[in-house]
């Protein structure tokens, strides 16, 4: 028979919340429940057509790709 193991998962990371307790909860309490289901709803809602910006064209897409190198070589060369 095989021994089970245990499998470990890493902890969740922070939030990363730079705000005291008490003026998040203050947030928190001050929030309209009606907004927050408008916006929820509003989220949901199909895009209309046209609204994304469409590449044009293979040189745009060469230069963003050069620039990438660029920033690659540099963040491997001096570590920024």
Not at 16 to 34: N, Q, S, V, Y
Request: charge should be positive; aromatic fraction near 2%; hydrophobic fraction near 25%.
């Amino acid at each position: 028979m095989k021994k089970r193991t245990i499998k470990i998962t890493a902890p969740d990371p922070p939030f990363g919340l730079d705000l005291p307790f008490e003026e998040a909860l203050k947030r928190l309490i001050g929030t309209d429940p009606k907004e927050v289901e408008t916006s929820i709803k509003r989220g949901k809602q199909k895009k209309p057509p046209g609204s994304k910006k469409k590449l044009s064209g293979g040189s745009n897409q060469s230069d963003t790709v050069v620039s990438l190198r660029v920033r690659r070589v540099r963040k491997r060369n001096t570590g920024l």
